[in-house]
């Protein structure tokens, strides 16, 4: 008879989620996560197979449960500037919450291993579409509604909207001065009215 788990799959995955978001992939050990979990190494291999696949389930399930929260609405067909604004103004507030020091796990992935995450699985390269995707979403859709003249390139607004949220990331993350992140978010937010009609 084998083993019994001590732990659910999502319990231990969510556990894991924030191991990783704090120590990224190199700085974690399976030791770490036994110790800081609670959970058998027997558990986190019969559910994951190795630490690799661990890794790849964490980053998914960060994907589907905190990108989709905070660039979801970004991405739905009705999406415009106001939506832009709201990201900005949430990560220009974040220093103060429970990111600080910890930032966004995939980006910190992307900070940790470039385009090649260990998992293999091209999950950075999702993600930086994503973000990217779903600005240029909203940014289009509020030049169709005539919120944002004809002429502004919304790929190019797109892509420089994703590096500066990538930046707050980072910043939030290496817990900068509160002012210096609310003031970067608050000039992409300038930007974004300057644009608009």
Do not use: W
């Not at 008879?1 to 799959?9: A, D, I, L, P």
């Not at 449960?65 to 739905?76: C, K, N, T, Y």
């Not at 385009?115 to 973000?131: H, M, N, Q, V």
């Amino acid at each position: 008879m084998g083993r019994k788990k001590t732990h659910g799959r999502d319990e231990l995955l969510a556990k894991a989620m924030e191991i990783f978001r704090e120590h990224g992939f190199a700085g974690t050990s399976a030791d770490m996560l036994v110790q800081r979990i609670g959970v058998s190494r027997y558990s986190l291999y019969s559910e994951f197979g190795n630490l690799k696949g661990l890794f790849e389930a964490a980053l998914e399930r960060y994907n589907d449960e905190i990108i989709d929260l905070r660039f979801g609405p970004l991405e739905h067909a009705d999406a415009g500037l106001g939506e832009i604004r709201a990201v900005l103004d949430f990560y220009g507030s974040a220093s103060d919450g429970p990111a600080a020091g910890k930032g966004c796990l995939l980006c910190n992935t992307a900070v940790e291993f470039g385009p090649d995450d260990p998992t293999g699985s091209g999950a950075i390269k999702r993600y930086f579409e994503r973000l990217s995707g779903a600005f240029h979403n909203a940014l289009s859709n509020a030049q169709r509604q005539g919120h944002l003249p004809g002429a502004v390139d919304t790929r190019k607004e797109a892509d420089l909207l994703t590096s500066v949220v990538l930046g707050l990331f980072v910043m939030i993350r290496a817990k900068t001065p509160s002012k210096s992140i609310e003031h970067a978010a608050a000039s992409a937010k300038e930007r974004v009215d300057a644009m608009a009609v």
